[in-house]
């Protein structure tokens, strides 16, 4: 067990719907990052959020967004869903805002249908 | 452009050391090479990173070579539960916008 948690463990939904996929870190870590893994395209990092505010933007389409609350809890929004957005989404944790060491969660499985 | 290759699959008996290889050849000077473990589904796990020196903790070692184009990860005495994807990756510590993937790894198969 990581100390991360994300809800919900799995989902559901229809093309073209918009769904809300939730993490919270390590208690004391202030970073936050979102990863995708897909078949076909491995894990790629999304974005990175830090105190609060964005650090770093990688692989994240327009469609997708994410905040970090001041509880430190952050969300990943995935809207106009496409078939192609299946995947395991997963949230990882870490006390710097460097790259580095991350405490990753269980994950979010995402079909999209 | 993957930054990294590894050898798609391994096998090791268990209780013998595994060597997990990892070319990097266009490494920069600032970056890092880190390694880390996925077991089936799960999230991944970090294993250790180093820049330049080789590393130890409790879970595995990193050599490094002296042109830091490769690494070697080694698993001193594997387990059955060592079984997983292991992902070698280079990167800044700092970075801002970057394409980082994990790449498609080495499945390591621990044989009893």
């Known amino acids: 067990d990581s100390g991360v948690t994300q809800t919900p463990k799995h989902l559901i939904t229809a093309t073209g719907q918009r769904v809300t996929l939730r993490c919270s870190p390590r208690?004391?870590?202030?970073?936050v990052y979102w990863y995708q893994q897909s078949l076909d395209q491995g894990l790629q990092f999304l974005i990175q959020?830090?105190?609060?505010?964005?650090?770093a933007k990688g692989n994240i389409l327009e469609r997708f967004s994410a905040q970090q609350f001041p509880d430190l809890h952050s969300e990943l929004n995935l809207s106009s869903l496409e078939l192609g957005d299946s995947a395991l989404y997963f949230c990882?944790?870490?006390?710097?805002?460097?790259?580095?060491?991350?405490?990753f969660g269980p994950g979010t499985r995402l079909t999209v249908l | 452009d993957a930054k990294t290759t590894q050898p798609p699959s391994m096998d090791c008996a268990e209780g013998r050391a595994a060597n997990l290889p990892c070319n990097h050849s266009?490494?920069?000077?600032?970056?890092?090479v880190y390694w880390y473990r996925q077991i089936h589904s799960q999230g991944p796990q970090y294993i250790i990173h180093g820049l330049k020196n080789n590393e130890t903790n409790e879970m595995a070692s990193l050599i490094i070579t002296e042109d830091r184009k490769s690494s070697t990860l080694i698993l001193p005495h594997a387990t059955l539960r060592d079984t997983a994807v292991y992902y070698c990756?280079?990167?800044?510590?700092?970075?801002?916008?970057?394409?980082?993937?994990f790449g498609t790894g080495t499945r390591l198969t621990i044989i009893p």
């Open positions: 990756i280079v990167s800044p510590r700092d970075f801002g916008n970057e394409k980082l993937t």
């Open positions: 959020y830090y105190n609060g505010e964005e650090r």
């Open positions: 266009t490494i920069s000077g600032n970056e890092y």
């Open positions: 208690s004391g870590d202030l970073s």
């Open positions: 990882a944790s870490s006390v710097v805002s460097v790259w580095g060491e991350q405490f």
